[in-house]
């Protein structure tokens, strides 16, 4: 059974840090394009930051850039988001999404249930 739980998001005061943490099952994130989106209310859906497979290289959308950094943990089969410097236009569900091309079949797209993060003073 494949799965994707997003965990970490909350509450943070502007210019601080969470760590949201994607733990897979089901497959091998190091086999997938493993990518972090956000939605806010009322907007679409916008890709945050990917991280390649099996090489791991990575790809930000320009507003993560500098301050969000991808990761993956093959060992623990676990993605994360580390985000800093955290701004008020941040705050949206982010969902972590799991995406592999195949050659007979359509891609894989495995999506998690999203973690809320808010950011307020």
């Known amino acids: 059974q494949v799965s994707l739980v997003e965990s970490g998001g909350g509450l943070v005061q502007p210019g601080g840090s969470l760590r949201l943490s994607c733990a897979a099952s089901?497959?091998?994130?190091?086999?997938?394009?493993m990518s972090w989106y956000r939605q806010a209310p009322g907007k679409e859906r916008e890709l945050v930051a990917t991280?390649?497979?099996?090489?791991?290289?990575?790809n930000y959308a320009d507003s993560a850039t500098g301050r969000f950094t991808i990761s993956r943990d093959n060992d623990k089969n676990t993605v994360y988001l580390q985000m800093n410097s955290l701004k008020p236009e941040d705050p949206a569900v982010y969902y972590c999404d799991a995406y592999r091309i195949s050659t007979y079949r359509p891609p894989y797209d495995y999506w998690g249930q999203g973690t809320q993060v808010t950011v307020s003073s």
């Open positions: 991280i390649s497979n099996p090489i791991g290289s990575t």
């Open positions: 089901g497959f091998t994130v190091s086999s997938y394009a």
